[in-house]
């Protein structure tokens, strides 16, 4: 993409502006100018009064903007306040890592922009508003890996990675990062494997080692959308779509009905208050753990292979009480 001048200046300036703030080769790759031209362009910011900060020598310099600066002009409502304080809160999973304390550094930045009228009322809202956390990952011990992944994805750069997977086996992949997802407290990669083509995901906290290549770049495929890698997913676990049937007992209809549990659900009403519940999903693990959690209010009606597993489960758990 050809940018002008004033496209580039606005662009390295959001640069600046990240935790750390960029080095000077990195804004001389990515807007395609020399050593000369940058010491130009830097030059005119500083005569917009912009506060750069300009420390090291040569290409691998750091600049950044001065934390103190602030947007001037902007005016956050109540509710956007209350959104980003709440959103927050959603991510505490996240503590400890870069991720998180970027969060947290944007969120002040904008505490200037609340208005007097409203800094009161948001002063409280600790105690008014609060996400009850599930059971979460650790990546307290990750925030580097984190922001390796992250700046990988901001960059389209490929990247080496070890992978250990459930059964305790450990490969080595080259990757062309396209989205990171949450689900249940927890990272998920979604990424090309370039040895086979195929698009693959991967839980973060099993990455043992990712580097990005930073001098490298890739094209994400044209008709790559982070929605297919759900597609017969109950959760996150990607599955061939099969048709399945379950129906449960009055005990628990109304919290079947409460909950919205897959997009290709259809919840039916039986004479004896019981309801029947039908998706096409995958038979993955996580299909079976959720029919579980029901115990005995929950008979699965097809695939017949589903509901062997369920009954095998229940068996097996029975067995260790008798």
Same mark, same amino acid.
Request: include cysteine; charged fraction near 30%.
């Given at each position: @993409? ?8 606005? #662009?390295?300036?959001?640069? @600046?502006?990240? !935790? ?14 020399? %050593? !000369? ?12 009064? =912009? ?15 001065? %934390?103190?600066?602030?947007?001037? $002009? ?23 890592? $870069?991720?998180?304390?970027? /969060? ?10 609340? +208005? !007097?009228?409203? %800094? ?31 700046? %990988? ?7 080496? &990675? ?14 062309? +990062? ?5 689900? !249940? ?8 494997? #370039? ?12 990455? *043992?080692?990712? *580097?990005?290549?930073? @001098?490298?770049?890739?094209?994400? +495929? ?7 890698? /759900? ?18 007992? *009055? ?11 897959? +997009? ?11 309801? #029947? ?5 995958? /038979?993955?693990?996580? =299909? ?16 017949? *292979?589903?509901?062997?597993?369920? #009954?095998?489960?229940?068996?097996? &758990? ?5």
């Amino acid at each position: @993409m050809n940018l002008n001048k004033a496209q580039k200046l606005v #662009r390295m300036v959001e640069l @600046m502006t990240r !935790r750390g703030g960029v080095r000077a080769w990195e804004l001389m790759d990515r807007f395609d100018v020399d %050593a !000369r031209t940058l010491r130009r362009y830097l030059s005119d910011l500083k005569e917009m009064n =912009l506060p750069i900060n300009d420390d090291g020598a040569g290409e691998d310099r750091t600049i950044a903007l001065d %934390a103190e600066y602030r947007r001037s $002009g902007v005016q956050l409502t109540l509710p956007e306040v209350l959104s980003l304080h709440f959103g927050r809160k959603l991510f505490t999973f996240l503590d400890g890592t $870069g991720f998180a304390q970027d /969060l947290d550094d944007a969120i002040e930045r904008l505490e200037p922009a609340i +208005p !007097r009228a409203h %800094a009161e009322l948001a002063q409280d809202l600790d105690r008014k508003f609060m996400a009850v956390p599930e059971h979460a990952k650790d990546y307290t011990e990750m925030g580097d890996l984190v922001d390796e992944i992250i700046t %990988a994805l901001l960059y389209d750069n490929p990247s080496r &990675a070890s992978y250990t997977k459930p059964t305790g086996a450990s490969k080595d992949y080259f990757l062309e +990062p396209l989205t990171l997802a949450t689900y !249940r407290q927890g990272l998920y990669l979604f990424a090309r494997d #370039r040895h086979d083509g195929q698009v693959k995901s991967f839980a973060v906290e099993r990455f *043992s080692r990712f *580097s990005r290549l930073r @001098m490298e770049k890739f094209r994400p +495929p044209a008709a790559y959308r982070p929605e297919d890698q /759900l597609r017969g997913a109950f959760g996150i676990l990607k599955g061939e779509p099969q048709s399945v049937s379950a129906c449960f007992d *009055s005990t628990v209809a109304h919290y079947v009905r409460e909950r919205h549990w897959h +997009p290709s659900q259809v919840i039916e009403e039986l004479p004896d208050g019981r309801v #029947r519940v039908r998706f096409e999903v995958g /038979l993955t693990h996580e =299909l079976v753990s959720w029919l579980l959690g029901f115990g005995g209010d929950v008979q699965v009606e097809e695939p017949a *292979s589903l509901a062997r597993r369920v #009954r095998d489960a229940h068996k097996q &758990a029975l067995e260790r009480y008798t």
